[in-house]
């Protein structure tokens, strides 16, 4: 039996503009690059010390400055960095690419602008669901659209639906005044019908606060995702008999599939307590799988720099509690799912390419240069369960 396979997954974490970049409009960016110029430098030893800096110097094209000396890690460690060769740059298609099931066809998409959404899918949802209309019907930041609209729907009851540029609808709904399992109900009837328009997720986005500026969405937020088009790595190596654990949001965004136990968590403390707790008690052989939103949710989509930096400096913090709990044959992923450059317009993913790292005692530290599909990482946990290989990637374990 193999050691445990650990999946750190830094949701929105771009080293770099991808090659086609250009194509999805998002030509010069790089989330880590221009965090670190903008900041004059990050405090990140350990990520520094497994192979970051030289990941941001290559992915990204320029060096990348910190304020620390590096850290002294006794783990072997490869990086390198991966473009996407899914046709999108969302949650979905990367997490699942990841896990050796890229996205090569085109998801449904509403448009930014008003109305985003058909009348008729409106009045399915709407007759369906119970609830006499809806607010919002646009693209828009997820905390912007609470501020406008949170008192008018505390108000009138009627829930407010927006979308991004995501294959997605979500549904934002007051905790109290509407009700949670009001919400999860009206989520799960317009999953059923936005399925004629190919919508990868939809997302329930509930919320506290009583007025304008105090609105704030609590972590019980539910992806009613699609299931992955083919089998993915969670699959194969549930199959096979490694647990396959999940923590955060990554239980949705495989609809489950290949799941055994799943734990929910958010905001880096608790996400970090959480996996570290399951390193502890897991099984020998185990996969566990943590997404760490925040990067994404908080600080990325926000386009909050400074938040974006500490964040990431406190990630690193914890590093070294990890690396105490690693028996001889565990391996650890660090990697992301997209880009979200928290210094470019607008408020949506960028297409970037992302950092694939992986450390572990008797990992032999190299150099693996730039990946053509994030599935390598997929194709290199099957290498090392000793699975039968993935349709994509390429395995450099």
Same mark, same amino acid.
């Given at each position: 039996?193999?050691?445990?396979?650990?999946?750190?997954?830094?949701?929105? !974490?771009?080293?770099? &503009?991808?090659?086609?970049?250009?194509?999805?409009?998002?030509?010069?960016?790089?989330?880590?690059?221009?965090?670190?110029?903008?900041?004059?430098?990050?405090?990140?030893?350990?990520?520094?010390?497994?192979?970051?800096?030289?990941?941001?110097?290559?992915?990204?094209?320029?060096?990348?400055?910190?304020?620390?000396?590096?850290?002294?890690?006794?783990?072997?460690?490869?990086?390198?960095?991966?473009?996407?060769?899914?046709?999108?740059?969302?949650?979905?298609?990367?997490?699942?690419?990841?896990?050796?099931?890229?996205?090569?066809?085109?998801?449904?998409? !509403?448009?930014?602008?008003?109305?985003? !959404?058909?009348?008729?899918?409106?009045?399915?949802?709407?007759?369906?669901? &119970?609830?006499?209309?809806?607010? &919002?019907?646009?693209?828009?930041?997820?905390?912007?659209?609470?501020?406008?609209?949170?008192?008018?729907?505390?108000?009138?009851?009627?829930?407010?639906?927006?979308?991004?540029?995501?294959?997605?609808?979500?549904?934002?709904?007051?905790?109290?005044?509407?009700?949670?399992?009001?919400?999860?109900?009206?989520?799960?009837?317009? /999953?059923?019908?936005?399925?004629?328009?190919?919508?990868?997720?939809?997302?329930?986005?509930? /919320?506290?606060?009583?007025?304008?500026?105090? /609105?704030?969405?609590?972590?019980?937020?539910?992806?009613?995702?699609?299931?992955?088009?083919?089998?993915?790595?969670?699959?194969?190596?549930?199959?096979?008999?490694?647990?396959?654990?999940?923590?955060?949001?990554?239980?949705?965004?495989?609809?489950?599939?290949?799941?055994?136990?799943?734990?929910?968590?958010? &905001?880096?403390?608790?996400?970090?307590?959480?996996?570290?707790?399951?390193?502890?008690?897991?099984?020998?052989?185990?996969?566990?799988?943590?997404? /760490?939103?925040?990067?994404?949710?908080?600080?990325?989509?926000?386009?909050?720099?400074?938040?974006?930096?500490?964040?990431?400096?406190?990630?690193?913090?914890?590093?070294?509690?990890? !690396?105490?709990?690693?028996?001889?044959?565990?391996?650890?992923?660090?990697?992301?799912?997209?880009?979200?450059?928290?210094?470019?317009?607008?408020?949506?993913?960028?297409?970037?390419?992302?950092?694939?790292?992986?450390?572990?005692?008797?990992?032999?530290?190299?150099?693996?240069?730039?990946?053509?599909?994030?599935?390598?990482?997929?194709?290199?946990?099957?290498?090392?369960?000793?699975?039968?290989?993935?349709?994509?990637?390429?395995?450099?374990?």
């Amino acid at each position: 039996m193999s050691g445990k396979v650990i999946i750190l997954m830094l949701d929105s !974490f771009g080293v770099g &503009g991808a090659p086609d970049a250009e194509q999805y409009g998002d030509k010069g960016t790089n989330t880590l690059g221009h965090i670190v110029q903008t900041m004059n430098g990050l405090n990140i030893p350990n990520m520094q010390a497994l192979g970051l800096t030289n990941v941001g110097r290559e992915a990204g094209g320029e060096n990348i400055a910190t304020h620390c000396e590096s850290a002294l890690i006794s783990l072997g460690y490869k990086y390198g960095h991966a473009k996407e060769i899914s046709k999108g740059k969302d949650t979905s298609s990367g997490h699942w690419e990841m896990a050796g099931t890229p996205v090569l066809f085109d998801w449904g998409y !509403f448009p930014p602008e008003y109305p985003s !959404f058909p009348p008729e899918l409106i009045s399915e949802i709407c007759k369906k669901g &119970g609830i006499e209309g809806i607010l &919002g019907n646009v693209a828009a930041s997820g905390t912007a659209i609470l501020d406008e609209l949170g008192e008018e729907h505390i108000k009138t009851g009627k829930p407010i639906f927006y979308t991004s540029a995501d294959s997605v609808l979500q549904i934002a709904c007051h905790e109290q005044y509407f009700g949670l399992d009001r919400l999860y109900k009206l989520c799960e009837v317009a /999953f059923e019908s936005v399925k004629p328009y190919n919508i990868a997720r939809i997302i329930a986005r509930p /919320f506290i606060g009583e007025r304008k500026g105090e /609105f704030t969405r609590t972590k019980n937020r539910h992806d009613y995702s699609v299931t992955p088009p083919e089998t993915t790595v969670l699959n194969k190596a549930s199959t096979a008999g490694h647990k396959v654990i999940a923590i955060g949001k990554i239980k949705d965004i495989y609809a489950g599939s290949g799941i055994d136990e799943a734990y929910k968590a958010a &905001g880096l403390p608790e996400l970090w307590n959480v996996t570290l707790k399951a390193v502890q008690q897991a099984d020998k052989g185990s996969l566990i799988f943590t997404n /760490f939103v925040d990067f994404d949710m908080v600080y990325g989509h926000r386009r909050d720099v400074k938040g974006y930096a500490a964040g990431l400096e406190y990630f690193d913090s914890r590093l070294p509690e990890l !690396f105490k709990l690693l028996d001889d044959d565990d391996i650890v992923f660090i990697t992301a799912d997209h880009g979200c450059d928290p210094t470019y317009k607008g408020t949506d993913h960028t297409r970037e390419q992302v950092p694939v790292i992986m450390f572990g005692k008797n990992v032999k530290t190299e150099n693996i240069g730039q990946r053509e599909t994030y599935a390598d990482i997929a194709q290199t946990i099957c290498a090392y369960y000793g699975l039968e290989p993935m349709k994509y990637g390429k395995s450099f374990l």
